[in-house]
């Protein structure tokens, strides 16, 4: 009974900060670019730091989710998506806490940041750049707001490598992050 009681508090810790870090990294954009007023003076730096210091924490945790987080913030560098003080804080402390605490799982790094680098690259084309604005993917709220390639990658990585804490906190991150985005779409 003991291991099943532990596994199903490791399972609810990794869903929580999984949560947590999907949902203060959405609103530190949101305080950033989608014209939301601080809830009070520097909100907008605290956010970077929360969902910096809850990635590093999903890095210390799981040495595939971190994994999978670190390829995930060096692919938004890439695509030059980390472009206010309050992300470059968040992703250095990321950055840091797997330098820190961490060895790099290479198979499961190359395998999300292919996938989040070729994806996102796709994303931010038809979301920013497409000349056909009115084309289904533009209206489809579900395309814009859910980061399909996050649970389609981790769900495909975990059937291969049976590692399913992955697919659980990449799918966990998703939620929050669209349900915040969801949120403060219609308040905006």
Not at 57 to 81: N, Q
Not at 86 to 98: K, R, W, Y
Not at 125 to 131: M, R, T
């Amino acid at each position: 009974m003991g291991y099943f009681q532990n596994y199903n508090l490791s399972l609810l810790i990794l869903i929580s900060i999984s949560l947590f870090f999907g949902a203060s990294m959405k609103l530190a954009d949101v305080f950033d670019e989608h014209g939301v007023k601080e809830y009070f003076y520097g909100a907008k730096i605290l956010s970077g730091f929360v969902w910096g210091y809850l990635g590093a924490l999903l890095i210390w945790y799981d040495l595939y989710v971190g994994s999978a987080i670190l390829a995930m913030i060096l692919a938004y560098i890439v695509r030059m998506r980390i472009d206010y003080r309050n992300h470059a804080i968040g992703a250095t402390l990321v950055i840091l806490a797997f330098l820190l605490f961490r060895n790099l799982d290479i198979i499961s790094f190359f395998f999300f940041f292919g996938f989040f680098l070729i994806f996102g690259f796709m994303k931010d084309y038809f979301q920013y750049y497409s000349k056909k604005k009115k084309d289904l993917l533009n209206k489809n709220i579900i395309y814009n707001t859910i980061i399909w390639f996050y649970p389609i990658s981790s769900f495909i990585y975990s059937l291969i490598y049976s590692r399913w804490s992955v697919f659980i906190s990449l799918v966990s991150f998703n939620l929050a992050y669209a349900l915040v985005k969801i949120y403060y779409q219609k308040r905006v």
